[in-house]
């Protein structure tokens, strides 16, 4: 059974930085693509940034400038960290996993696309 636990979140002053993990278990075998999305009260989700099995990495515009994706394959964990925090970045942060069902990924940013979702954690940035 696959599973997604997020943590690292909490409350941070504006430039601040946080760093989000996201332990991943049940992934044996195959590729997939691990994301970070964010959903802001009364927005949708969106995506961050993704990273695959094989540590390819893809951005989706903005903020690709302040956050970074990575990931550490011995621990099954994916972090995001986010510097230079603002406001606008408070929100619930999700990371999620897409196993694609043939040979191609058909968007790595639709949250539609992920199977699996961790439960989720807060961020709040104050000004």
């Known amino acids: 059974d696959v599973q997604l636990q997020a943590s690292g979140g909490g409350l941070v002053q504006a430039g601040g930085s946080l760093r989000l993990s996201c332990k991943v278990t049940?992934?044996?075998?195959?590729?997939?693509?691990i994301g970070w999305f964010r959903q802001a009260p009364g927005k949708e989700r969106e995506a961050i940034a993704c990273?695959?099995?094989?540590?390819?990495?893809y951005y989706r515009e903005p903020p690709k400038s302040r956050f970074a994706i990575s990931s550490d394959v011995a621990e099954n964990t994916v972090h995001l960290q986010m510097n230079s925090l603002k406001p606008d970045d408070t929100a619930v942060y999700y990371c999620?996993?897409?196993?694609?069902?043939?040979?191609?990924?058909?968007?790595?940013?639709?949250?539609?696309?992920?199977?699996?979702w961790g439960q989720g954690t807060n961020v709040t940035v104050s000004s």
């Open positions: 999620a996993a897409y196993i694609p069902e043939g040979a191609y990924y058909t968007n790595k940013f639709d949250p539609r696309e992920y199977r699996y």
């Open positions: 049940g992934l044996t075998s195959g590729d997939y693509l």
């Open positions: 990273i695959s099995k094989y540590e390819s990495i």
